[in-house]
């Protein structure tokens, strides 16, 4: 960087220190002398820092984990109140009304747009996480990562295995919802530990962040692998050629809109035209993001101070795409998803009676709880494994419990098992909705009292 301080023009000499400047004799020229330079003044940052605007301020807003988790839960309520009123049947109709071009195979409902769509830029944000994760983030070592992904490991078979337990003498239809209670729903829980948890240390969000991210990562190999009925290779092969040209732009830095966004369509639409859920194109698409900051590929920010920060493209996508997952795409999907007709007391007791949504909450519930904070506990048993020292077991108990909350991605799974808009459908979304809100209670209890007793400590 130049330097732009302005060059000293003291006369040669020193002046003794603490010794004033001796009085210049008479001077014989009646000019006057030149009044003496101002003191130099400091020099300036190379950049300075702009005026945040609404757009910005908005985006910030969005960001926020208690924001995304409140537009969820109102979008969550609404949804529920239209779908048990008078406006039940509009609500449904517009969920069900179908457009887009059919010899592309998105002739679409509504509902399906939200879940096929809109929540792929969800996935895409996750991809971008999972990619940020593994190459720079917790996950890079070994030894920090091994105890949040075995207890997202755990997470996701004990739920797995209770729900088909219970399920077992219901038929073979009712298994195909066993991987319905296996997600945690990222924005929900943050939120939880957002609005409970502010006197908690924070490795405590920490460990949450990376067990959900395995825990997603975990959901998205389960969709492709088990709810993929068949594959239509001639599209998923050509699918391979806007990803591979998207992958190219983004490693030269390129980070034009019209150009990648283009290209992400392109690879959503091929991959939805294959059988395999269109979602999986958000992931792959974040996963070609790089996530280390090159001379080329990464995204020079000017920080308070004036100061440049060199970022990756990961966190630059993240940071553009984050506000619209978390403040239209999941809301959105929420809203079409969430819509179910209780039917009033009586419909609530007859829907929690069903196998599947008995299956589904005491997975959500106690499955998580037990299967996170037990796989953790046996790591911690391994050499070198340790809990973090901020951390104790009533924490991890508490967390366990809030990643109990399986919403948006238990609800897509429900879609997949059995048809969006069927009655066994409609079970799910009640076992979902009571079991996550279950989860979420006991957890923030548990946290709240944590977050309390922490502060008398400190007081």
């Not at 960001?63 to 995304?68: E, P, Y």
């Not at 009304?97 to 809109?118: C, K, N, Q, R």
């Not at 797995?160 to 195909?176: H, R, S, V």
């Not at 920490?206 to 959901?219: E, G, H, K, S, Y």
């Given at each position: 960087?130049?330097?732009?301080?302005?060059?000293?023009?003291?006369?040669?000499?020193?002046?003794?220190?603490?010794?004033?400047?001796?009085?210049?004799?008479?001077?014989?020229?009646?000019?006057?002398?030149?009044?003496?330079?101002?003191?130099?003044?400091?020099?300036?940052?190379?950049?300075?820092?702009?005026?945040?605007?609404?757009?910005?301020?908005?985006?910030?807003?969005?960001?926020?984990?208690?924001?995304?988790?409140?537009?969820?839960?109102?979008?969550?309520?609404?949804?529920?109140?239209?779908?048990?009123?008078?406006?039940?049947?509009?609500?449904?109709?517009?969920?069900?009304?179908?457009?887009?071009?059919?010899?592309?195979?998105?002739?679409?409902?509504?509902?399906?747009?939200?879940?096929?769509?809109?929540?792929?830029?969800?996935?895409?944000?996750?991809?971008?996480?999972?990619?940020?994760?593994?190459?720079?983030?917790s996950l890079r070592d070994p030894r920090v990562a091994v105890l949040p992904i075995a207890a997202a490991?755990?997470?996701?078979?004990?739920?797995?295995?209770?729900?088909?337990?219970?399920?077992?003498?219901?038929?073979?239809?009712?298994?195909?919802?066993?991987?319905?209670?296996?997600?945690?729903?990222?924005?929900?829980?943050?939120?939880?530990?957002?609005?409970?948890?502010?006197?908690?240390?924070?490795?405590?969000?920490?460990?949450?962040?990376?067990?959900?991210?395995?825990?997603?990562?975990?959901?998205?190999?389960?969709?492709?692998?088990?709810?993929?009925?068949?594959?239509?290779?001639?599209?998923?092969?050509?699918?391979?050629?806007?990803?591979?040209?998207?992958?190219?732009?983004?490693?030269?830095?390129?980070?034009?809109?019209?150009?990648?966004?283009?290209?992400?369509?392109?690879?959503?639409?091929?991959?939805?035209?294959?059988?395999?859920?269109?979602?999986?194109?958000?992931?792959?698409?974040?996963?070609?993001?790089?996530?280390?900051?090159?001379?080329?590929?990464?995204?020079?920010?000017?920080?308070?101070?004036?100061?440049?920060?060199?970022?990756?493209?990961?966190?630059?996508?993240?940071?553009?795409?984050?506000?619209?997952?978390?403040?239209?795409?999941?809301?959105?999907?929420?809203?079409?998803?969430?819509?179910?007709?209780?039917?009033?007391?009586?419909?609530?007791?007859?829907?929690?009676?069903?196998?599947?949504?008995?299956?589904?909450?005491?997975?959500?519930?106690?499955?998580?709880?037990?299967?996170?904070?037990?796989?953790?506990?046996?790591?911690?048993?391994?050499?070198?494994?340790?809990?973090?020292?901020?951390?104790?077991?009533?924490?991890?108990?508490?967390?366990?419990?809030?990643?109990?909350?399986?919403?948006?991605?238990?609800?897509?799974?429900?879609?997949?098992?059995?048809?969006?808009?069927?009655?066994?459908?409609?079970?799910?979304?009640?076992?979902?909705?009571?079991?996550?809100?279950?989860?979420?209670?006991?957890?923030?209890?548990?946290?709240?009292?944590?977050?309390?007793?922490?502060?008398?400590?400190?007081?």
């Amino acid at each position: 960087m130049t330097d732009r301080t302005p060059p000293d023009r003291t006369p040669a000499g020193p002046t003794p220190a603490g010794r004033a400047p001796a009085a210049p004799a008479p001077a014989t020229d009646p000019t006057p002398a030149p009044a003496p330079d101002p003191t130099p003044a400091p020099p300036a940052p190379a950049h300075a820092p702009r005026a945040e605007g609404r757009g910005a301020r908005l985006s910030r807003f969005l960001s926020r984990d208690t924001t995304g988790g409140l537009l969820l839960l109102a979008a969550t309520v609404l949804a529920l109140v239209l779908a048990n009123s008078p406006a039940g049947s509009f609500y449904s109709a517009v969920r069900d009304v179908s457009f887009g071009p059919e010899a592309l195979h998105l002739d679409l409902s509504m509902g399906s747009w939200a879940a096929d769509g809109l929540l792929a830029i969800f996935f895409f944000v996750v991809g971008l996480e999972l990619k940020q994760e593994f190459v720079a983030g917790s996950l890079r070592d070994p030894r920090v990562a091994v105890l949040p992904i075995a207890a997202a490991v755990g997470g996701v078979a004990l739920p797995a295995l209770l729900f088909t337990l219970i399920n077992l003498g219901a038929g073979p239809d009712a298994l195909q919802g066993w991987a319905i209670p296996a997600a945690t729903d990222i924005a929900f829980a943050v939120a939880v530990i957002a609005v409970v948890g502010k006197r908690l240390p924070p490795a405590l969000r920490t460990f949450l962040l990376t067990l959900a991210v395995v825990d997603d990562l975990i959901a998205i190999t389960i969709i492709a692998v088990f709810y993929t009925a068949g594959i239509a290779f001639v599209p998923l092969l050509l699918a391979l050629l806007p990803l591979a040209a998207f992958a190219v732009l983004v490693r030269r830095g390129v980070r034009a809109w019209w150009l990648l966004i283009p290209l992400g369509v392109l690879a959503w639409a091929l991959v939805h035209a294959s059988g395999v859920h269109a979602t999986i194109a958000g992931v792959l698409l974040g996963l070609l993001v790089p996530a280390v900051a090159t001379a080329r590929a990464g995204v020079t920010h000017v920080g308070p101070d004036g100061h440049e920060v060199r970022h990756p493209l990961t966190h630059h996508f993240a940071e553009r795409w984050s506000p619209v997952s978390s403040g239209v795409a999941v809301p959105v999907f929420a809203f079409f998803s969430a819509g179910v007709t209780v039917g009033g007391f009586d419909g609530l007791v007859e829907s929690l009676s069903d196998s599947v949504a008995i299956g589904i909450v005491v997975a959500l519930v106690l499955g998580k709880s037990i299967g996170i904070t037990g796989a953790s506990l046996l790591v911690t048993r391994l050499p070198g494994i340790r809990l973090d020292p901020s951390l104790r077991w009533g924490d991890v108990l508490g967390l366990s419990f809030v990643a109990g909350i399986g919403f948006t991605v238990s609800l897509l799974v429900g879609e997949l098992a059995y048809g969006a808009g069927s009655e066994q459908d409609d079970v799910v979304k009640v076992g979902v909705l009571v079991g996550s809100l279950l989860s979420a209670l006991v957890g923030g209890a548990i946290l709240a009292v944590r977050g309390r007793a922490r502060g008398r400590l400190d007081a």
